[in-house]
């Protein structure tokens, strides 16, 4: 039997695909979407991998560093390690600022980090870690920056000395590594016309600027500008240790929050992402929506095109169920056309976005079985129509 | 006459009641295989209710039909004999229209072969049958184009062989001339006659075409939903 359908799509074939690519760069913005919901729940969870902790240690009530502010001393960390089953234990710093390098801005996520603890980026991909205790960054790729170039954070410049990838903050921020103590000055110390503002005001309260007392206003000028607090602790474990185990431990004895891996992942991906993804959903479902408008719209609009020849089709005899076919074929063709432009356009444009967008195969296998499904019925219309056609319209008048 | 096509009482009223209208009253017709006749009327007439009852579109309110040597149609006796009024069209009916409506997507062979397809042919067999249909009404040479390439004669030459693609007992020509002039339209009765003589198939075409009405020996004249039957004038146009 012929293929009516396939004989149609061949006949006018420039008005399918130029239909279908319209389609498919709708399809394509549709895998695009789920792939930027993708990439987000990949970040944190290569933030998570790429940090080395099994547990982070945060300000109480808090679900820092990430989620939100936590400001912890940064000798808790001593404490920390002396738990059992604790193999390391840094103190880390977070802080999300523009950083320029020349006439540009950019905005990046500030690390603070103790090289070789946990916290320092897992990899790189060119350069070298840093060497000196000042001054050298390690920048994430999506930065911008390349080895050698020079960035402000705050009153300092530092040179980029390693690069390395998929570090990013749960905004999509690229990260920024440079040591510890210049993180912090940078996050807590006050700039130079307020430290003046400061003193000012503490050498006239009489009650601390006391006349025979040495020294004293010395002391409070320096507990002023001098910064002891970090954002959380990293942890990392022996092997074997649970880290469910080892939290507890921690929340109970150290008046302190301590997050497992799994923990965290919740709350990065569950709580931090929740609303983006809520976001993302509603645009793939308006999405899947005007595509099936499309579908129909242009399913049905060619279907009355042809309804003479649907009339003369049924009156010499062909089955209702083979011009249902014919039509549910060619939405189906539709579909297939633009899920190819569209897997084909989100595979190229992908890396153009400055987020990390993750294509999964299991969501264009998804794609494929929605964009068929809402295909089928989308031309469920333009089927009823030809059923509706009475063969004695291909007789007289 | 067992053969050919066989009208006897065909009535069909449209509405009910007061707005009831009697488009056919009491026809009668009876159409030897191998005969082409005219059915002649003006506009309104009950030409085209009367194709519609004859090619199993519309069921007649009243009447008796013969078809090919079997009772199709028996209002006495429940109306229809089968429930399957497409394969009843596709299988013993043949159609030509006005305009050739052939499917624009198929080439030539394909639109002819489409109908013993749909009767359940093998593809091989059905396009064999097609291009002998073709090569029988001269347009074989243009088997392969698409109806969009072909000339207006070409065009109803094909939807001529696609009407008697599955060998029907009876052809029904819905005005086939009206869009052509004298010469084209004198030779598609060359062909119906040719057709008719050939594949023993009765042929009733329904015109007013003033060119091709002389070419009748037999027409019959509806006016008022009813029939009368007159020897035409039979002129000879092979």
Known sequence: MI??????????????????????????????????????????????SN??????????????????????????????????????????????????????????????????????????????????????????????????????????????????RRMVSSGGDPMLFIPLKDAQEAQFLKDNDAIVN???????????????????????????????????VLVKLTDGYPPDQVAQEIRRWKHLQAYTRAEMEEILVAKLIATSAKQIGMFLVILTIVSA???????????????????VLKLIGTRNRSIAWMILQQALGLGLIGFIVGKISATLWAPAFPKYVLLEPSDALQGFIIVMVVCALASTLAIRAALKVDPATAIGG | MDQGIHITGLSKRYGEGETAVDALKDVNMS?????????????????????????????????????????????????????????????RIGFIFQAPYLI?????????????????????????????????????????????????????????????????????????????????ALAVMRILNRMASQYQTAIIVVTHDEKIIPTFKRIYHIRDGRTEEEAGEGRDIS
């Open chain 1, 3 to 48: 293929s009516l359908a396939g004989r149609d799509i061949a006949h006018s074939w420039s008005k399918f695909v130029l239909t279908g690519i319209g389609l498919g760069l709708l399809i394509g913005v549709t895998l695009t979407m789920a792939g930027v919901y993708r990439g987000m729940v990949d970040d944190a969870r290569a933030l998570l």
């Open chain 1, 51 to 164: 940090s080395g902790a099994d547990l982070w240690v945060v300000q109480k009530d808090t679900q820092g560093p990430y989620a939100e502010a936590s400001t912890i001393k940064d000798d808790v960390y001593r404490s920390v390690r002396g738990l059992s089953g604790v193999g390391q234990a840094a103190n880390v710093s977070y802080l999300t600022m523009q950083v320029s390098s020349g006439n540009t801005d950019r905005r990046t996520m500030v690390v603070g980090f103790e090289p070789g603890q946990p916290g320092e980026p897992g990899y790189l991909i060119a350069g070298r870690r840093l060497l000196r205790g000042h001054f050298e960054a390690i920048a994430d790729i999506k930065t911008g920056l390349a080895l050698g170039e020079r960035v402000r954070v705050r009153r300092h410049e530092y040179v980029v000395v390693g690069l390395t």
């Open chain 1, 198 to 232: 400061d003193r000012a005001r503490t050498a006239a309260n009489p009650a601390l600027n006391r006349p025979g007392v040495p020294g004293l206003i010395d002391s409070i000028n320096a507990s002023q500008t001098s910064n002891r607090n970090v954002n959380a």
């Open chain 1, 293 to 311: 408008a499309i579908v129909a719209f242009i399913i049905y609009t060619m279907t009355l095109g042809k309804i003479r020849e649907i009339a």
């Open chain 2, 31 to 91: 159409i030897a295989p191998g005969e082409v006749v005219g059915l002649v009327g003006p506009s309104g007439s009950g030409k085209t209710t009367l194709l519609k009852c004859l090619g199993a579109v519309i069921e007649p309110t009243r009447g008796h039909m013969t078809l090919g040597g079997e009772v199709i149609y028996d209002s006495d006796h429940d109306g229809w004999k089968t429930r399957d009024l497409r394969a009843l069209r596709r299988d």
């Open chain 2, 104 to 184: 624009p997507f198929l080439d030539v062979t394909d639109n002819v072969a489409l109908l013993p397809m749909l009767a359940g042919r093998a593809n091989g067999t059905s396009r064999a049958r097609a291009l002998e249909l073709l090569q029988a009404l001269d347009v074989a040479h243009r088997a392969r184009a698409l109806p969009s390439e072909l000339s207006g004669g070409e065009q109803q030459r094909v939807s001529i062989a696609r009407a008697l693609a599955n060998q029907p007992p009876v052809i029904l020509a819905d005005e086939p001339t009206a869009p052509l002039d004298s010469e084209r």
